[in-house]
């Protein structure tokens, strides 16, 4: 008799387990932010080591053709990289968002960057906040269109 109370103690358990696990709706798919945040990650990775292992032709490839004053700002990101050497660049993302509409990306985040002067002297650090908004181009590939803020370049 026990072993019948048990079988059917068990077989009611697992009835039941099923049951109870079919009733909690499966998981929904990640969350557009969790993407925006992924994909800001992967660019700012990617601008962040063309810009330590700086070639002005290979961090120019991160900017968007169409980038409002795009020469000005590669200029400026090449003087910085003349007056001193990055020794490190690290952020933090506060916040990154799709525009789906018109294929952007907009984040938000702070940096330090560390610099050590051209002829010597103690590195030099550096912090803010920036805005990135990067543009997905007609092939696919998304590339930095605006920069405002304290620019880490």
Do not use: H
């Not at 048990?6 to 009835?15: H, N, T, W």
């Not at 709706?25 to 925006?36: G, I, M, N, V, Y």
């Not at 400026?76 to 050497?85: I, M, P, S, T």
Request: proline share 4%.
């Amino acid at each position: 008799m026990r072993k019948i109370c048990v079988l059917i103690l068990s077989l009611s358990f697992f009835a039941g387990y099923g049951y109870a696990k079919d009733a909690v709706p499966p998981k929904a798919q990640a969350p557009q932010a969790d993407e925006a945040f992924v994909l800001t990650n992967k660019l700012l990775a990617r601008m962040v080591l063309t810009y330590q292992n700086y070639l002005k032709d290979m961090f120019s490839m991160n900017i968007a053709q169409d980038a409002p004053l795009r020469d000005e700002f590669i200029d400026q990101v090449d003087r910085n990289v003349n007056a001193g050497k990055v020794l490190e660049l690290n952020y933090f993302i506060n916040q990154a968002l799709f525009d789906g509409g018109k294929k952007t990306l907009s984040a938000r985040f702070n940096w330090e960057k560390r610099v050590q002067p051209q002829g010597g002297g103690e590195a030099v650090l550096s912090k803010g906040e920036a805005e990135a908004v990067f543009k997905q181009q007609t092939d696919g590939e998304w590339l930095l269109y605006q920069i405002s803020g304290d620019n880490p370049f």
